[in-house]
């Protein structure tokens, strides 16, 4: 198991990195990059990836590269845990869909675990629901062998 944490520390308004004092301005300071953790489990026939905070324009890229890592060895499942991630924007979706794409042209798929009902709606609105399987807790998608789409609880 591997844990990556994307997303700079942050420092306080007027300062710099090590604490130099830096002038004062109407800006609204904020991180570079909102903060992503990406940590990838292999098991004997899956691999799952949970995330957690969020995935937005900042910090898709390497999400999309810790995806990619798992390519190298050979794989039948992977599944991704959205149960601790507050907030995905377009970006982050389109990064999903993405993947997902790879890995069916590679014989998988990407297996969604998906608890928030906002995020829920959100893959229902955008008629994602239909292109990936949703799992409403990890332990129903690793129990999971296939077989038809699972009820959403």
Not at 81 to 95: C, I, M
């Amino acid at each position: 198991m591997w844990t990556w944490s994307a997303g700079p520390s942050w420092t306080p308004p007027g300062t710099r990195a090590g604490g130099e004092s830096v002038p004062a301005t109407d800006e609204v300071p904020h991180p570079e990059h909102a903060p992503v953790d990406i940590v990838v489990t292999d098991r004997e026939d899956v691999t799952v990836v949970a995330l957690s905070g969020e995935l937005d324009f900042s910090n898709v890229e390497r999400f999309v590269e810790a995806l990619s890592l798992p390519f190298d060895a050979v794989i039948r499942r992977t599944i991704v845990d959205l149960t601790a991630l507050r907030f995905v924007d377009s970006s982050g979706l389109n990064a999903i869909v993405v993947l997902q794409r790879r890995y069916r042209s590679g014989g998988t798929d990407l297996h969604l675990v998906v608890k928030d009902p906002r995020l829920l709606r959100l893959f229902q609105i955008t008629g994602l629901d239909q292109v990936f399987r949703l799992f409403p807790s990890l332990q129903v998608a690793l129990g999971e062998n296939s077989g038809g789409k699972p009820a959403l609880a």
